[in-house]
Structure formats: C-alpha cells, structure tokens
C-alpha cells in the first residue's frame, strides 16, 4: 500500500534550519510530481513547495522563497524539504503529498520559538 513517512521536524530558534524526509513507498515514485503542505493551528492547509517528477521544476508559496529549497532522490523515493532562517510563522504541521492517489503523509511538527 502506498505510504508517506515524514521524519525530520522539531523545535528550532527563529533563524535556524530543519530539513524534513518524506520517504515514499507503495507506488512509482519517480513518476510523480510530490508537494509540501503546512497546517498551522487555526488556519487553513497551504501549500508550501512543488517539485516536479524529475526535479527539474520547482515552485514555493511567496512566504517560503529564498528561504526554502525542495528537493528529491529517485534512487530513494525520498523528498526533502530544506528550511533556513526559519521565522514563528513557519510554525505548523508539514505534510508531503504526492499526486498518486491524493494520498497525504501523516505530518510532521515544525515549531520555531525561542
């Protein structure tokens, strides 16, 4: 069956870094374009980052841009999800996404407070 493990949140300092995992199984990953989402309390689901199946095209929400960098390993049917100078308002549950199926991982926390 399919599954999205994401590995990778935390609590960091506003201005520190995180780099989440969603390691993909149960369907071909490297034929799929895959997504980061964020839900934080309160608020609406956002997307935050796309990256195309190959990797060659990516996208971020205007929020994330600079700051944020998407990226995947076909090899290892992983996509990562690199955050730098992280702000409070970047505090939510970070979901993957891939096309196949609609189908969400299970989230992972992200917290940025001093």
């Known amino acids: 069956q399919v599954q999205l493990v994401e590995s990778g949140g935390g609590l960091v300092q506003p201005g520190g870094s995180l780099r989440l995992s969603c390691a993909a199984s149960g369907f071909s990953f490297n034929i799929y374009a895959m997504r980061w989402y964020r839900q934080a309390p309160g608020k609406e689901r956002e997307l935050v980052a796309h990256i195309s199946n190959t990797g060659g095209a990516t996208n971020y929400a205007d929020s994330v841009k600079g700051r944020f960098t998407i990226s995947r390993d076909n090899a290892k049917n992983t996509v990562y999800l690199q955050m730098n100078s992280l702000k409070p308002e970047d505090t939510a549950v970070y979901y993957c996404?891939?096309?196949?199926?609609?189908?969400w991982g299970q989230g992972t926390q992200v917290t940025v407070s001093s």
């Open positions: 996404y891939t096309f196949y199926n609609k189908y």
